[in-house]
């Protein structure tokens, strides 16, 4: 089995398609599950966030692989693959683990360093428990994923700021209404990230948090954490007329602002302007709000283009060597493990040559003393395992060096060692050979240009 991931993310997609692509919370279980259930894919996990949504998967064929996640893609989002296509990216074997890394680190985010896709990546982890879709392989990558990401923000400055796309969003809405201290900030969700913007605005701003979300025992807890209050869905109307800042960030799907709505909190205001943060995918608040007099409208096509690396640039040359680094050992391991297979069979094709000239002793010399023969036998033991000591011992190190030659693969030409017994003792050996990252091109061409084509 390979890894291989099919993705789609802010940084090669518009966020109008990018928010038809992203899988509702409650479609998540049967998305794994139809992934699991392509004919090449073994076990799969999807990480979906405001920025990406990528599948990750133990598959028996690259190109088949590819095909049936980007089919899947298409199928669940109602996009048609002659849309989606151009804009999806592939990643195989060592890319796709690098690739990972790099994701968790939040070195691919909207605001590099961003530190949330940690527990975005630990829940997606968990949703694939859950739904048993994860297999082992994939599940170490992603553990081995977490502790890189921890490993990376512990050793550098990289997210020590905090920043965010809360807080690239609240530090654009500043630019308009000025010093939100004592300000009214409206949250709509009471999610992790309406959490974290609740938090943002009441530690470090100094505003007046109020808390709207459909289930008022959530609303509660949240508004309790940052001294605010609640309010029901349908005080909506009054809430947003004396907001000064509305953040929004539901996981709802379909329009949670609607134009109209926020016209009439524009009307109800007097002149004052309202600042409205729609950080939802998909998005919470209507497109066209956008125009209304008064209102200023942040959402995550405006912050893309405009947030930078914050002045981190040492950072992330920092966190790019801890990930080149930590994909080399994870590689070596790898490489390393699949040698164990065939020093196995070896030594059990060993012992049963010794077992066997044991035996034709025995019906030789019928008569040798037990004492004699059980001698001989250690004796033989020895021999073999001395011999057998200094080539295995060179193989499992040779293997973790990234060579063209493979070791194993003389090891079993030599010895002549029983290939079906191998397959049996491993699954694994990759089928193909890694792949260069490619972009996924759209139906019948798509195959021949992977196999020639190259990806940034």
Known sequence: MSILVVGISHRGAPVELLERVVPAPETLDKFLVDAVACHHVAAAVVLSTCNRVEIYAEVERFHGGVEELAELLARHSGVSAAELTPHLYVRYEDGAVSHLFSVVCGLDSMVVGETQILGQAKAALRNAQDAETVGSVLNGIFQRALRVGKRAHTETELGRAGRSVVTAA?????????????????????????????????????????????????????????????????????????????????GAVGTVLSAELLGAAVRDRGGEPLVVCDLAMPRDVEASAGELPGLTLIDLASLAGSVDDGGTGADVEAVRAIVAAEVADFAATRRAATVAPTVVALRSMAAEVVDAELRRLTSRVPHLDPQARDEVAKTVRRVVDKLLHAPTIRVKELAEQTVETSYTDALRELFALDLSALEALSSAEPVEPAQPDTPVQPESRQADRIQGGSSA
């Open 170 to 250: 609240l530090g654009q809405a500043t630019g308009v209404l000025g010093d939100l201290t004592g300000r009214t900030a409206l949250v709509v969700g009471a999610g992790s990230m309406s959490a974290l913007a609740a938090t943002t605005l009441r530690r470090d701003y100094g505003a007046e948090v109020v808390i709207a979300n459909r289930t008022p025992a959530r609303a509660r807890r949240v508004a309790e954490q940052v001294e605010g209050k609640a309010v029901a869905m349908s005080d909506l109307p009054a809430a947003l007329a004396t907001a000064d800042v509305v953040v929004s960030c539901t």
